[in-house]
């Protein structure tokens, strides 16, 4: 006898939200606080509802003071709380990163663990949609590149919902960073794949822990966010010639699960790695070396596509030529291919 | 309100105690750094930034506080760990970099972390504003008693994190007090060379709070004004801001030569130390007398000198705990 599973898609914006809720009916410690999170329901449809149930004691709309509220979330936090606070862009972090690599990410260390910082910071990445440089960037690698922040990005709803539940219960500040062309916000363009079967009940994902949500034998392909869609495509074309292609959704930055990925490269022998973050000092380069170091047998050098080393152009045709692509990603193992028979 | 003789006492210990702690770190930092002068020799190294002569500002503020309230303080922090109730043995093993210190040896002077008393700083000009601040949320959102301080110097009011924080206190009604210790130097750089006006207190209207300004380095003014905010934020009416007119006595750091000073302006200085006034008027108004003094004076000495001796007789930490603590 078979238990029919009822389907119960949802974007991730909305699984976000009913994560938020969720904990926020357990703790009442857990509040959030933002420019635009409380009748609105955030700009990216991240915490919607939320106002309506729990009030605007505990769902905070703040003044556009990015240093402000970043600060008085690491002092909530060190005091008890449990604050979630949104960055509405990534691409807004310059007017208030010290108070999150400074404080956030430090101060537990400088307290020898005695003052923990339980901050989710969540904000919105990526482009695609011609909003030009300052609102456009993924930032992975800013982020993960100072320690003492876990940093985690969903590709999918599913992993939204449990990642967003790991993360409130953490007791260490998590970036929880989502892209915009995933949230299922139909203005900011939707990737239907995002959109998934999503438990009613709390579960959590958990942080460090990759994903592969393609098997293959014959390529690694390491996406996060964006990239993994990115991914799938470029597979699914590559299976059509009869090409093997194995997906990691690394889903968690820090930490960064290695041996997912190693052991996936170790079976296929190739590997190129996608990131809509910039190319250089990025999360490419670090994938690409963590496998290097283990002296893993490749049987091609490895490939990386990412975003190019240039602010982010506004006109749809710089964009567009820009951003990573499954067939960017077609044209990197093409490339494998030749290096190989040369 | 008037601080009490038994008030009046325990600030003019704390005075004694701070300065003589800052005394006793000026000279242990010198060993190892003569005859040339390296910040990273001797059994304390690094950037050292005393407080000798701000005492007022600590004592006159932390007289109305308990161990439940929240202060966040700056790269010169030891006069208000010190006035807040820090643990003085671990906090000075911190500062000598040992296993014993307040983390461990990770932290050192300008990062203080003391969760017992609510105390932590930042190495950072006005950041400790926006913790002092949540702290404060919480206690609001939690309607658990408690106020937040938040000290900065008079550099920091040029900072953004001064401007939003005062505004979102003010906006959120928080329990919150911001004092700024005004010593009218940010390293070299004078307070009127920096700043659009003359007191800092003025730029309370803007965010529609109460502003007042202490002049004389006077701790029972800082008392009593300190103790006019913090029973407003107690009240549940909302932040105030307060400026201290200070003296930092010492340089900005050590192996500051100073040149920046106006000739004569450290003797007057001098001539204003807080300390021998408020001897003289315990003297004059509480009977204190010279052989109460002495006593006091060797009971502080004491406290510091066991403090000192816990952090040297300390072991350092294994070089590999370096690792531990990043997460919890």
New interface residues.
């Given amino acids: 006898m078979t238990v029919a599973t009822k389907e119960r898609k949802l974007t991730i914006a909305r699984a976000m939200a009913e994560a938020i809720a969720q904990e926020m009916r357990i703790d009442e410690k857990v509040?959030v606080m933002g420019e635009d999170v409380g009748p609105l329901g955030g700009v990216f449809g991240n915490t919607r509802g939320l106002h309506e149930e729990f009030g605007s004691?505990?769902v905070r709309d703040?003044?556009i003071?990015e240093?402000?509220?970043?600060?008085?979330?690491?002092?909530?936090?060190?005091?008890?709380?449990r604050?979630i606070v949104e960055l509405m862009f990534v691409d807004f972090f310059g007017?208030c990163f010290?108070?999150i690599y400074?404080?956030m990410a430090?101060?537990?260390?400088?307290?020898?663990?005695?003052?923990?910082v339980p901050v989710v910071l969540m904000t919105s990445t990526g482009g695609g949609y011609s909003d030009a440089g300052q609102h456009s960037q993924c930032l992975h690698a800013t982020f993960a590149h100072l320690?003492?922040m876990?940093v985690v990005a969903p590709s999918n709803a599913y992993d939204a919902k449990g990642l967003m539940t790991a993360a409130i219960r953490d007791?260490?500040p998590v970036i929880f960073m989502f892209h915009k062309a995933l949230q299922g916000m139909g203005w900011l363009g939707t990737e239907k794949d995002a959109i998934v079967h999503v438990p009613e009940e709390a579960y959590e994902v958990p942080i460090g822990k990759a994903a592969v949500v393609r098997e293959g034998s014959d390529v690694t392909i390491v996406g996060i966010t964006s990239g993994v869609h990115h991914g799938l495509k470029a597979a699914r074309v590559l299976a059509e010639r009869g090409i093997s292609a194995e997906v990691v959704d690394l889903r968690s930055l820090v930490p960064l699960d290695r041996e997912t990925v190693l052991a996936s490269v170790r079976k296929t022998g190739r590997l190129i790695v996608v990131d809509e973050d910039y190319q250089s000092y990025g999360m490419s380069a670090e994938i690409i070396s963590s496998v290097a170091e283990q002296g893993v047998a490749l049987k091609a050098a490895p490939q990386r596509v990412a975003y190019p080393d240039i602010p982010i152009p506004f006109t749809p045709v710089m964009e567009q030529w820009a951003l990573p692509s499954p067939e960017k990603i077609i044209a990197a193992f093409e490339k494998m291919q030749k290096m190989e028979t040369r | 309100m008037k601080p009490s003789k038994e008030q009046q006492l325990w600030m003019y210990e704390h005075m004694l105690i701070s300065r003589y702690f800052e005394e006793s770190i000026e000279t242990i930092y010198m060993e190892g750094k003569t005859p040339a002068f390296n910040m990273a020799k001797g059994p304390i190294p690094g950037e050292m930034h005393l407080s000798n002569g701000q005492e007022p500002c600590a004592v006159g503020v932390c007289a109305h506080l308990n161990a439940s309230d929240?202060v966040?303080s700056t790269h010169r922090p030891h006069h208000v760990a010190i006035a807040k109730g820090v643990d003085l043995d671990r906090m000075t093993a911190e500062i000598f970099g040992k296993k014993t210190?307040?983390?461990?040896g990770?932290?050192g002077h300008m990062?203080i972390?003391d969760?017992a008393v609510?105390f932590?700083c930042?190495g950072?000009i006005a950041?400790g504003?926006?913790?002092?601040?949540?702290?404060?949320?919480?206690?609001q959102?939690?309607q658990k008693d408690g106020v937040?301080v938040a000290f900065l110097g008079e550099g920091a009011a040029n900072q953004?994190?001064f401007h939003?924080?005062l505004?979102?206190a003010a906006?959120w009604k928080l329990p919150v007090v911001f004092v700024i210790e005004d010593n009218a130097w940010g390293i070299s750089v004078s307070k009127s060379a920096s700043t659009a006006i003359e007191r800092n207190d003025q730029r309370a209207a803007a965010y529609g709070m109460p502003g007042h300004f202490v002049p004389g380095n006077d701790p029972l003014a800082v008392f009593e004004v300190a103790g006019e905010a913090i029973e407003r934020a107690r009240r549940g009416e909302g932040p105030s801001l307060i400026e201290i007119e200070t003296y930092r006595l010492a340089g900005h750091f050590m192996g500051d030569a100073e040149g920046y000073r106006p000739e004569g302006e450290k003797d007057a200085l001098f001539a204003k130390d807080p300390i021998p006034k408020m001897r003289a008027q315990l003297q004059a108004q509480h009977g204190w007398t010279d052989s109460d003094d002495a006593a006091l004076v060797t009971r502080c000495h004491a406290r510091v000198d066991t403090a000192i001796a816990f952090a040297r007789d300390s072991a350092f930490p294994a070089p590999e705990e370096a690792m531990?603590?990043?997460?919890?």
């Fill in positions: 509040f004691v505990r703040t003044p003071s240093t402000a509220f970043m600060g008085a979330a690491v002092g909530a936090a060190s005091d008890g709380m604050p007017v010290d108070a400074n404080l430090k101060n537990t260390y400088f307290s020898g663990g005695e003052t923990p320690p003492g876990k007791n260490n | 929240i966040t210190g307040l983390s461990g990770r932290g990062h972390f969760a609510n932590s930042s950072i950041q504003m926006g913790p002092a601040v949540g702290a404060a949320l919480s206690r959102m939690q937040a953004g994190a939003e924080t505004n979102l906006v531990e603590k990043v997460f919890v």
